[in-house]
């Protein structure tokens, strides 16, 4: 079975610059997340759905980041305009019930590196 | 104070030693506790779950919460180097709903050498 998609694996850009992240969750899951890890402050939620509707945005840094999910099997999250801070490891996760004992299934991540 | 303290370690370990790993708690409405493990360069994936205080055991890893110290534990018995990776502690307030969110610990670095 597939597992939680995501693209691109790597993003190197120059600051200013827009980054979209793409995500494609398991087939017949109904959230989805967005988390954020970095060394200092380890893995943060930024933003979740619930059969494509965003439920808790409470995570998302600033005005710059947005998250969509146009379907229930795409979402992307956009920062715009790049900073160096922003770079991190993101990180999409899907699972299926919305209890906690239901895993949350992630992806392998975007390193994302802002020069 | 962070709602969850986790030390990141690193921690090295011989092959077939016994490893502690803990994670302590400020917000007592938490009631949902997970281990995740993550392999370098790779997303976490759920190892244990619990919910009540007390041990659960699975193959060679049991978890264990203590609700009223706030305080949560993974063991490993007869760790091996599949098992070099970082963990992290996880845990939530409510079991679903509005409220479904975890909250995560930093990790810590597990090196089981052969």
């Known amino acids: 079975d597939a597992g939680v998609i995501q693209s691109p694996r790597h993003e190197v850009t120059e600051m200013g610059q827009e980054v979209t992240l793409r995500c494609k969750p398991i087939s017949g899951h109904d959230y989805l997340f967005w988390y954020r890890q970095t060394m200092m402050r380890g893995l943060e939620l930024l933003i979740y759905f619930n059969n494509n509707v965003p439920i808790d945005d409470s995570g998302m840094p600033e005005d710059r980041f947005s998250a969509k999910m146009p379907n229930a099997s795409f979402s992307t999250l956009k920062i715009q305009p790049s900073e160096p801070r922003d770079s991190a490891v993101y990180f999409c996760?899907?699972?299926?019930?919305?209890?906690?004992?239901?895993?949350?299934?992630f992806g392998d991540g975007t390193r994302l590196s802002i020069l | 104070q962070k709602e969850v303290e986790q030390d990141p370690g690193p921690l090295s370990v011989p092959e077939g030693a016994i490893v502690s790993l803990n994670c302590t708690y400020s917000?007592?409405?938490?009631?949902?506790f997970m281990w995740y493990r993550q392999y370098s360069r790779k997303g976490p994936e759920l190892l244990m779950y619990t919910y009540s205080s007390g041990n659960k055991e699975d193959g060679r890893f049991t978890a264990q919460v203590d609700k009223s110290s706030k305080y949560i534990s993974l063991f490993i018995r007869d760790s091996q180097p599949s098992d070099s990776a970082t963990y992290l502690c996880a845990m939530s307030r409510n079991s679903g709903g509005s409220n479904y969110k975890l909250t995560f610990g930093k990790g810590t670095l597990l090196t089981v050498n052969p």
């Open positions: 996760a899907s699972s299926t019930g919305g209890y906690s004992n239901q895993p949350q299934h």
């Open positions: 917000n007592s409405a938490f009631q949902y």
